[in-house]
Structures are given as C-alpha cells and as structure tokens.
C-alpha cells in the first residue's frame, strides 16, 4: 500500500482517501562514501477529488510544501513541492524533491573562519532552509579556512568533507547531519544482487604520442 500525505490530504492507492494515487515514480540516490548531496525525487499522479465537483486547490499550494511518502504505513521519506501540472478535470500531476533541493535555492555568502565550531558553520549555511538534526560531534570540532559565495547546498558540502560528515535521514524523514559507520561492512546477498544494467568499455589503447618542448634563454637587449 502506498499512500501520500500532502498538505492535510490523503492520497492512497485505493482511493479511500481524499483523492486516488494513480502512479508514481520517485529517484533516490545515496554514494557509497555520502561524498555527495543528491537530491531526490518524487512525481506521481492523482485523482483529486474524488467527487464529481472540481477543486483547483491543489495547483494553488506554495513551492516547498511539504509531503510525506509512507509504504505499507512506513514513511520512506518527506519531500518538498516543486510544481503541479492539471492534466485533466479531475487529474494532477505533482513533482517534488528532497530538501537537499532547497539548498540548491539560495546562495550562502561565504566567509572566513578561524576555529568556529563545524555545528555553528553548518546552522549559518543551512540558515533555516531545511529541518535537520546534528550528531553533538560536531559541536566540538573546530574549523578553519574560508568558504566562497555558492549555493547553501555546495557550501554544506564543503564543510561535510572538511570535518568527515554525511547526510542521512532520522526516523521522522528529516536530514540527519551524521558520521559514516565503522562497523564492519555487511555482505550482499545473492537475493539483493541483480543482473540488469549495462556497462560500456572503453576500446584499448592504440598509441601514445610524447610532444617534448625546448627552451632557450636569451639576452636581453
């Protein structure tokens, strides 16, 4: 069962709700090391309402409304509302993406820091943005160098590789400012390992051409 709960509606898979979930799809993407911030995806389909009488509420809500997607009444994740499309009387397409998203909305100014405390940088550059939670490690390390203006998003990256951060999200879909694990890494079973895909390789090496250059110093005149 998957069921979507956007700005005090119900969407459902069965249409028990305020309006019918028809499809959707999402994007997730998580590297290995957490070296990157993605941002994640969620588009899906409606029936909205489900009576016979039209409501346009729905193309009416503000860009960053905040949507919870659950499955099998698990939450999987929250996202943030990007746009709607009306494809017909009675059907809406609707787009959102992760709060990592938000971040790529806003430039953070940058600046100079001479052991300021990691936790104390990443509250500037976030500024509000987004909800999150912080590991208290980073109330005790202390940076130093400089940041440059760029987005809250490019910037928070910076930091998280300066001090060995990553994002994850906590238990109520919020971005958890965290560190990588140090346990011992699990084995894959064979049932989690697919062999679908494709890979390209690169043809061989044919040749390898050396340019040498000279330089001769001369008088000045």
């Not at 028990?16 to 969620?42: C, Q, R, W």
């Not at 390992?193 to 001769?216: K, P, Q």
Request: charged share 25%.
């Amino acid at each position: 069962m998957n069921k979507i709960v956007y700005n005090g509606l119900v969407f459902n898979d069965d249409g028990t709700g305020d309006g019918k979930l028809l499809d959707g799809s999402f994007f997730v993407e998580n590297s290995l090391a957490h070296d990157e911030l993605s941002v994640d995806t969620l588009k899906f389909r409606v029936r909205y309402p489900l009576s016979d009488n039209p409501d346009d509420s729905l193309v009416k809500l503000d860009y960053g409304t905040e949507c919870a997607y659950y499955h099998d009444d698990v939450l999987f994740g929250k996202f943030y509302h990007v746009k709607t499309s009306r494809l017909s009387r009675f059907e809406y397409e609707l787009e959102f993406q992760s709060s990592i998203g938000l971040l790529d909305d806003t430039n953070h100014y940058g600046g100079l820091y001479a052991g300021t405390y990691a936790s104390d940088i990443m509250a500037d550059v976030i500024g509000g943005t987004i909800p999150y939670t912080i590991k208290q490690l980073f109330t005790k390390i202390k940076l130093y160098g400089w940041l440059p203006v760029a987005t809250r998003r490019e910037n928070l990256k910076q930091i998280l590789f300066a001090c060995g951060g990553c994002i994850k999200k906590n238990t109520e879909g919020n971005a958890y400012i965290t560190t990588l694990d140090t346990t011992t890494p699990k084995v894959i079973p064979d049932s989690k390992v697919f062999d679908s895909g494709s890979i390209t390789y690169n043809t061989n090496i044919s040749s390898v051409a050396v340019t040498e250059h000279g330089y001769v110093k001369l008088e000045d005149t």
